[in-house]
């Protein structure tokens, strides 16, 4: 006798409900860029349908998020002047700090995350202070608490520290506690590889490093006990919610990772993998709107519970029209 699984395959309605994993919009984080200016909406060339925004252009762009359903934000910041300690990166008149208030103030039931790390803000490109020539993690701390307090001030839902210094989980849930902030949350990127799918967002936030690469922090892409071991770290300090970045080409990590904790797992499907979809597609190469949901659906299978990504209102869109 032949076993016959295509009976379950065989129509559309049959297919629909045995479907093991579903996407929602509510799954889905936005990441966005804000810079000063007014009216501001400039497309990022290397990420099609991309732009930085202005705040005022956020706040809109934000309002058409939430009314597709989508309920989060994250946002990085380009600011108007660089220094060798990112010190733009706490001012309480910060590009993203006031990003966040209008948002709040526009939207106060959408989740806004904020990015916290100092390469954006740094000359030099790093996600830490260098010191005798080595981004030093322990100075870097105190100014990575000071940052999230201030985007905490401002009114951030939850902070997400992507600069992989040790500790810093910590350090900024300790900072928060300290002043009250009890209630908000950490995003940790807990697990995040030295990756060649960060460029087109290297152009899009101006964050290259100007020296050497960021391998001295970041990990390496053959490590899989290592991104346990970081995820466990960060449960640990007490981070909230722990992330994997990038998403497509780690979904084992994802798959590992998922099976060690019991806190809600997001993946960064990044720049590069964005780009890689939008540039094939450009060419007719392939199917991209089809492929973008894979990806999307895969990142989900794979064990994320949330996914960070510039698909987010494509996608959301191509959900409306599926429902
Ligand atoms: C900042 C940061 C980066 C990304 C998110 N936060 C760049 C980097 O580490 O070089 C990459 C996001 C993307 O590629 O979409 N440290």
């Known amino acids: 006798m032949i076993v016959r699984p295509r009976r379950l395959r065989r129509t559309s309605a049959i297919r629909d409900m045995v479907r093991e994993t579903t996407l929602s919009v509510k799954d889905f984080i936005t990441p966005l860029f804000v810079k000063h200016g007014k ?63 209008a948002i709040k103030e526009s939207l106060p039931e959408m989740v806004v995350m904020t990015d916290v790390c100092l390469c954006e803000y740094t000359d030099h490109g790093h996600c830490g202070v260098i010191i005798n020539g080595v981004v030093d993690n322990d100075a870097t701390l105190e100014l990575l608490a000071r940052q999230a307090l201030s985007h905490v001030r401002a009114g951030a839902d939850f902070v997400a520290p992507s600069d992989m210094m040790d500790g810093r989980v910590a350090a900024i849930r300790t900072a928060l506690d300290q002043e009250g902030y009890q209630d908000i949350g950490i995003l940790s990127y807990a697990v995040k590889y030295a990756s060649a799918f960060y460029g087109p967002f290297r152009d899009a936030a101006d964050s290259a490093p100007q020296f050497g690469d960021r391998t001295g922090y970041q990990m390496d892409p053959a490590n899989l006990l290592e991104a346990l071991k970081e995820a466990e770290l960060d449960m640990e300090e007490g981070a909230d919610m722990i992330m994997v970045k990038p998403a497509m080409p780690y979904l084992d990590v994802i798959s590992r990772v998922r099976e060690v904790s019991l806190l809600p797992l997001a993946a960064y499907n990044v720049s590069g993998e964005y780009a890689m979809v939008k540039a094939a597609a450009e060419r007719g190469w392939i199917d991209g709107e089809r492929v973008m949901m894979e990806m999307l659906i895969s990142i989900k299978r794979a064990g994320a519970d949330l996914i960070l990504t510039y698909f987010a209102k494509e996608a959301a869109r191509g959900l409306m029209i599926d429902d």
């Open 39 to 101: 009216g501001v909406k400039d497309p990022i060339s290397s990420m099609p349908g991309q732009y930085q925004f202005s705040v005022d252009t956020i706040v809109k762009e934000a309002g058409e998020l939430w009314s597709l359903g989508i309920p989060a934000v994250i946002l990085f910041g380009l600011p108007d002047e660089k220094d060798d300690t990112g010190s733009r990166s706490w001012a309480d008149d910060g590009i993203v700090q006031r990003a966040v208030a």
